[in-house]
């Protein structure tokens, strides 16, 4: 019995699954899965639906595992789509639909690939899926959730691959087998309100947090390392909120948001920029108070026996050699790095979070070939 991947996918995208909303899709999953022999459990946590699904041992040293989400980012204006977001509808050869590409169309090919894999060539090993409904959102209560219940319970994966769209071009092109951290920062700068013609009676905090994003946004934070591109730290907004000419402010708010490499962790970046804040404010007066949000650390998976099985069943079915990369945003892979090794592969991404979202009808056919042929080499190598 074959599973077409792209029926599979258009099922998911009619599933109106806005994070942290669950439309049906997890449930979906649930029943296919179950009903092909997988043992399925629920991890749901804070509002949040997730599933893990087990075909085999529970525990067995060969335990491969995919990971994913059904949740998708908002659509927008309807009426800027020029077909129905929830529709999925083919024209052309290209589905339309929220999360086509971001990742309703992973999921269904590596759940048809597994499916195809338990049944006509039940492996000497176990087959581990986990979808959360919490990727887009806050990420707090979805692959955290899961992996958090597994350790609970006793499951383990040995190697993981997440289906995220990783391709720039052409299917085939991109593995990631990595992420930069990321984390923002928040700043607020206190000073005394005054009167602009009487400056030397109030303390400007403006220049004050000026000079700070400065000394912070020149900084050279490293030139790069052997798998990631230098440390970027980006100004994302400068605000007094006065809408006075006349007045100098109070306070003033800066964010700062930083992609780090391997030579940093968020806990040292921390201590630079607050060592900078604490400088100025003894220099000025004008208190700085510091506030961060880490989304996740960098980590690395080094090339070795998992990117070198996904690569080879990449060529193998597409006869492109992919670049190893630890380009992009981030990803649940940034919590499974903790639990196994783990590596990204999907499809184009191009169109991904954007008005016309929409996936190559045999691009989803391809990727489901390509991780079923994962599945045959993992458990027969």
């Not at 090794?341 to 045999?362: I, S």
């Amino acid at each position: 019995m074959t599973i077409d991947a792209a029926e599979l996918t258009a099922r998911l995208v009619q599933c109106a699954s806005v994070t942290p909303e669950e439309g049906g899709a997890i449930r979906l999953l649930e029943r296919m899965l179950s009903e092909a022999g997988f043992e399925t459990h629920r991890a749901d946590r804070g509002g949040v639906a997730n599933l893990i699904a087990r075909w085999g041992e529970k525990g067995h040293p060969r335990t491969f595992g995919f990971n994913g989400h059904t949740d998708v980012v908002p659509v927008g204006n309807p009426a800027d789509w020029s077909a129905d977001p929830f529709g999925a509808e083919i024209r052309d050869g290209w589905m339309y639909g929220r999360g086509t590409t971001d990742m309703k169309s992973g999921v269904a090919a590596f759940v048809a690939a597994a499916i195809e894999k338990v049944r006509q060539a039940p492996p000497d090993g176990a087959i581990l899926i986990t979808v959360t409904g919490d990727e887009e959102g806050d990420a707090t209560d979805g692959t955290t959730a899961i992996l958090d219940w597994m350790a609970a319970h006793g499951e383990a994966m040995t190697a993981c691959l997440v289906g995220e769209p990783t391709c720039p071009d052409t299917l085939g092109d991109m593995i990631k087998i990595g992420r930069r951290g990321s984390m923002t920062a928040f700043f607020t700068a206190t000073g005394i309100q005054g009167h602009a013609a009487y400056p030397h009676r109030a303390k400007n905090p403006v220049p004050v947090l000026a000079r700070l994003i400065d000394r912070l946004a020149s900084a050279t934070l490293d030139e790069g390392t052997a798998h990631f591109d230098p440390s970027t730290l980006a100004v994302t907004t400068f605000d007094t909120g006065n809408p006075a000419t006349n007045v100098i402010p109070a306070s003033c708010r800066a964010t700062v948001n930083i992609r780090f490499n391997d030579t940093h962790t968020s806990a040292l970046l921390t201590e630079w920029m607050a060592g900078e804040a604490a400088r100025l404010a003894e220099e000025t007066g004008v208190t700085i108070d510091m506030t961060t949000k880490v989304s996740g650390e960098s980590f690395l998976t080094p090339p070795g026996p998992l990117s070198d099985l996904v690569a080879a069943a990449v060529r193998a079915e597409t006869g492109v050699t992919p670049e190893l990369s630890t380009s992009g945003g981030t990803s649940d892979a940034r919590f499974i790095r903790s639990h196994c090794p783990v590596v990204e592969f999907g499809l184009v991404g191009q169109t991904m979070h954007q008005v016309d979202e929409r996936v190559e009808v045999a691009q989803v056919h391809a990727l489901k070939k390509i991780y079923r042929r994962i599945l045959d080499d993992w458990f027969e190598g």
